[in-house]
């Protein structure tokens, strides 16, 4: 299929040194809520980038809080994500801000959350996804769609029963602790906006432009 002739031209916003400071949290801030102001859907959807021993893989996991001490998502730990991020965590976050042409690019280090930070976390998910998580073994094949559905319908019987499901001790969440960020902002010509945040070792944050 030929596509070079599918052309865009970016010129909705810009990114000037100007109106941004040393801190990246508070520009991915700004640019998160303005997208999430878009109402479109999936406004938490990003991609994480594993390096694993098959080589790198990418998916779209959601956002589920974030601070200053990193951006959580969460999943199952035996999946290939989990598996990546046991062999090495450095991993990369990706969100695509398309309306805004802009998108985030982060670098950071793979940490698990708590066991309790896992259980608040579950416990207030739909009795339904409760069952779904204990019912799936993430990445792992499965005889049939018949087969998952028969062991999720009992599953959540027993849930229901008991008012709440259990969370598998492989269920649980990350939080990405960033060590770099890249805000880039589409420019007409081709000229794109590109900062680029780095920490030191003595913690703090700064930033330098980029060549589009
Ligand atoms: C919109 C969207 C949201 C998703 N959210 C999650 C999520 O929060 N956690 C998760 O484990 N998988 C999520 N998935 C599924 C993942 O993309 C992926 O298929 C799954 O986690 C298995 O990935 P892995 O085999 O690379 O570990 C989502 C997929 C889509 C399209």
Redesign the pocket.
Known sequence: MELQNERKVYQSNELMEAHVGNNPFPLFTQWFDAFRALQTD?AT?MTLA?AGQKGP?A????L?NYSTEGFE????YT??????IDKDPRVSLLFFWRELERQVSIQGTAVRLTDQENDEYFYTRPIESQAGAMASH??HPVASREALLDSYTTLLEGCIERGRGIRPASWGGYRIVPTAFEFWQGRPGRLHDRLYYTLSEDNTWSFIRLAP
């Open positions: 999936d959807a594993t893989s998916r779209i996991v959601l589920k998502f969460f999943t199952q999946s290939i994500k989990g598996q990546d993430q990445s």
